[in-house]
């Protein structure tokens, strides 16, 4: 999950950075991140992941989307 985090980062980065983007190319980046968001949530309810874990993921996952 932390390597397509990074990805995903690069690539809004990247958009942002050339201005060559559209509120519907942003929709599926969005989607999934909201996505991930419950995944890591689910995950950590069901003692998954050690919180220190979680913490971080949700950090990253924050700073994708900002």
């Known amino acids: 999950m932390q390597e397509y985090i990074a990805d995903q980062k690069q690539i809004m980065l990247h958009m942002s950075e050339t201005g060559a983007y559209t509120q519907e190319m942003l929709e599926p980046f969005s989607d999934r991140l909201a996505n991930l968001k419950e995944i890591l949530k689910r995950d950590s309810a069901d003692g998954k992941h050690p919180e220190p874990i979680v913490r971080l993921m949700s950090r ?3 700073g994708v989307g900002k």
């Open 60 to 62: 990253k996952l924050d």
